[in-house]
């Protein structure tokens, strides 16, 4: 099982709310959002860790946890060994999914297709299948493909270091992944501005409270 959330208003959050939200964000979290100097890039930060709080209490009923990352920067929970989490986010928004099982994920902006970068990371076969795809398909054939292989190597926890062309996908189907090699089922859920701040403010409620009893 796994569910994905994903958040794509970005516009519509202010700066001075991403300055408070950082307030129930643990220690790590809330240097790790400093240290992005873009807006857009500690909007992701903050809201990415509101939606995998709320995606792990739904799925598994986890309230607490610690987040760390791996050698090569794959995300991990400390102490839930059996619960698998992976973060993406671009410039549009974010995206979080939790798993029964080890998973990775992509978000990408569809760019205009090169096929100078497309020859750095297509095998031979894919490469050809781009040029008989068509125009018209190129762009999200290509970014389907790129967003694929780096769900995959996110997946592996190999970060960059993995050989794109090496990797091979058919760009014109999507693949998924299980422990017992059957098709999942999984759950989009988009999340709205609205929806958001409400966590947020839910969220923040409770740790008030919880500050007046101590």
């Not at 973060?87 to 998973?103: E, L, Q, T, Y």
């Not at 091979?168 to 299980?178: A, E, G, I, N, P």
Request: net charge positive.
């Amino acid at each position: 099982m796994y569910k994905i959330y994903l958040f794509r208003q970005m516009d519509l959050l202010s700066e001075e709310w991403v300055e408070t939200a950082m307030a129930l964000l643990p220690e790590e979290r809330r240097k790790r959002a400093m240290r992005y100097r873009q807006k857009v890039d500690r909007q992701n930060c903050v809201v990415a860790y509101v939606l995998l709080k709320l995606v792990l209490w739904e799925c598994f009923g986890i309230r607490k946890f610690e987040l760390e990352y791996g050698v090569w920067g794959k995300p991990y929970l400390k102490d839930w060994p059996g619960v698998f989490v992976n973060i993406s986010h671009c410039k549009m928004g974010c995206a979080v999914v939790a798993s029964d099982c080890p998973v990775g994920m992509d978000m990408e902006v569809v760019r205009p297709f090169s096929w100078e970068v497309a020859k750095r990371v297509c095998n031979e076969k894919e490469i050809q299948a781009l040029r008989e795809g068509g125009k018209a398909e190129r762009d999200r054939a290509f970014i389907h493909m790129w967003v694929g292989k780096e769900s995959y190597v996110k997946w592996l926890g190999m970060g960059l270091l993995q050989e794109y062309y090496l990797i091979v996908l058919d760009v014109f189907q999507k693949f998924t992944y299980s422990k017992d090699r059957n098709e999942l089922t999984a759950w989009l859920s988009l999340l709205t501005i609205e929806e958001v701040l409400g966590m947020f403010s839910k969220a923040l409620r409770r740790q008030l409270r919880n500050q007046a009893n101590t």
